[in-house]
């Protein structure tokens, strides 16, 4: 669970986030895992303080999935974090989309997602977009 804050919401996941006190305490842009590890990763609202999108989390989430493990990122339209860089980056780096801003996704719907204030986000605001990384 990337960005999953300091305890994650999604049964059985790692929290991964830089306030994390359950889980790993790391940055997205420096993920601690070896490549190829994990079959599904999961970004919940990404923000990365000072950062300008995905890129600047993408390519680490890339290289630790394994051939045909899954991103899946839940955010607002109005996140930069949840936009997707051009069609070649996606290649270079391995990804295809499986889907693009679609309604969020049931096994996420009892979790609370908020704005890095501290307030809510209706859970009908955030879209899923999932990402797959290609066989090798």
Avoid: C, W
């Amino acid at each position: 669970d990337l960005f999953g804050g300091r305890t994650s919401q999604i049964p059985g996941a790692i929290n991964v986030d830089i306030a994390a006190t359950q889980g790993v305490r790391a940055s997205a842009m420096n993920l601690p895992f070896r490549r190829g590890v994990a079959d599904e990763i999961v970004a919940s609202n990404p923000y990365i303080p000072g950062g300008k999108g995905m890129m600047d989390f993408l390519p680490q989430a890339a290289e630790t999935l394994k051939p045909g493990g899954q991103l899946i990122i839940n955010a607002t339209q109005r996140n930069p974090f949840g936009v997707l860089p051009e069609a070649q980056v996606l290649e270079r780096l391995g990804l295809r989309v499986v889907q693009h801003n679609g309604p969020l996704m049931s096994r996420f719907e009892n979790n609370v997602f908020r704005f890095t204030d501290g307030r809510i986000i209706p859970n009908t605001s955030v879209r899923t977009t999932i990402l797959e990384k290609a066989p090798r």
